[in-house]
Each structure stands twice: as C-alpha cells, then as structure tokens.
C-alpha cells in the first residue's frame, strides 16, 4: 500500500493533508532517512514527526474505563473515544468496542478494528466470561448466589431465562459476579431482582485475563499476542 493511503488509514490526515507532510519531509525511517510515496518500508520503521507510527490492523486495545462515559458514539455524550488519541476516529477500518459497559460502570473495555474478531467475541455462543465487582447498597442476604446459579432467573422484560452465572461473595456488601452472556444492565438487574441495588460496578476480568493492575482509570493500550491468547484462546 502507498504510504499517504497507509497514513491516512491509520487517521493522520487526508490523503491531501498526508502527501503534504510527506512533501516537508515528516515521515521518514528510524535513522531519519525522509520517505517519498514509493518507498516501500516496514512498519515499524516508519516515524512521523520522529514518532512511532500507531500500529496497524488488527488492533486490539484494552482500556481501563471511567465512571461517566459511554461506549456508544452518541455526540451528546463524552465517549470512551474521547480517552484515545484523536486520530484513532478517523481510523480505517475504525475501532468498536467489544460489547459495552453501562455509562457508570468502570474497568475492563476491549476495542478492536478486527470485525472477524468483533464478531466471534460478541456472538451469544462466545465462550467468554466476564468478571465484575459489585458494590451493594445493602448487605447480601445468603441466597443471591443460588437464584444467579439456578439457571431459571427471569428478569423483567427477558423472555428467556439468565444463563447460571457464579457469584463469590467477598464482604457484607461486595460480590464477585462471573456471566457467561452479556444482557442489557445485567448485573444491576439481577441485583435489583434480589432487592438490592449496585452502588458500584466495575468488570475487572474478560476470558482468563483480568484487568492489568497497572492501568489506571482511563488508561488504555496495546493489547500483546499473549495477552489476546489469554483472552481468545489460539
Ligand atoms: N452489567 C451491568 O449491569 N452493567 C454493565 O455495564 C455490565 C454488566
């Protein structure tokens, strides 16, 4: 692929804006050697500006997300989008997330420009689980860990029942909850179904990874080959 086409895919301008840094001589090798549309280089050779180029597709991140954004790109709301660099939204092909977390909700979101990858991990027979902290309003009374188990839990406005999802309980008011499916406000329903209420919900694991503890709110990066392993199997 020609070099302005590959730039401005991965969101550093038109093909106009991209050819015009090319001309002043912004895009060159690791050794400073100024690249022309015909050179033919390695990825990871290239510079702009003396700056690693973003890497190319597939691309998959992991973020660590905050209290108050949202997974959607509704402009009306400040999106997850906003905490990654500005050129990632003019991307081609562009970064979506893998499932969502409610606007309240923190911790673990994977975002992939992978549609094969997008579409194998948000299928219903996906065989990833997703591990969230809950915060309760209320102390746990002993049985919500069997009614999540049963298997027959309906909640309001489903048709079909919750596949059995595994809770741990980790202090009066704090639970571990594993689901093995992903349904609309999932873990506050089924806490409001027991008649408690989640003040606080955080996913801290997706597949056999958990959220990397370095990572702070609203940090993002690359997710590594083994990590993806961790994730999605091979
Ligand atoms: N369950 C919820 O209630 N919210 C989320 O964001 C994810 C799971």
């Known amino acids: 692929m020609r070099l302005d086409r590959r730039l401005s895919n991965l ?7 991209v050819q015009r840094m090319i001309r002043l001589g912004e895009v060159t090798t690791a050794s400073g050697e100024v690249l022309n549309d015909k050179s033919s280089v390695e990825h990871d050779e290239i510079r702009v500006d003396g700056e690693l180029l973003d890497p190319p597709s597939p691309l998959l991140i992991v973020l660590n997300k905050p209290a108050g954004y949202v997974c959607s790109t509704d402009e009306r709301e400040t999106t997850v989008y906003e905490l990654l660099p500005e050129r990632f939204a003019e991307r081609k092909p562009g970064l979506n997330s893998i499932g969502r977390l409610d606007k309240e909700t923190t911790g673990m979101l994977l975002l992939t420009d992978d549609g094969q990858q997008l579409h194998r991990a948000i299928h219903p027979k996906s065989k990833l689980d997703k591990v969230y902290h809950a915060v309760l309003d209320r102390p746990l009374n002993g049985t919500e860990g ?6 027959e839990m309906l909640l309001d406005s489903d048709n079909k029942p919750l596949l059995p999802a595994t809770m741990e309980v980790l202090g009066e008011n704090e639970a571990l909850v594993t689901l093995h499916e992903g349904r609309y ?11 408690n209420h989640v ?20 940090q993002w990066r690359i997710v590594s080959e083994e990590e993806r392993v961790l994730l999605f199997g091979k």
């Open 11 to 17: 969101g550093y301008g038109s093909r106009k804006e």
């Open 199 to 218: 003040n606080e919900l955080r996913r801290v694991k997706i597949g056999n990874w958990a959220l990397p503890e370095d990572l702070e709110e609203g």
């Open 185 to 195: 406000h999932q873990v506050r329903r089924m806490f409001a179904a027991v008649g």
């Open 146 to 151: 069997a009614t999540f188990a049963s298997g």
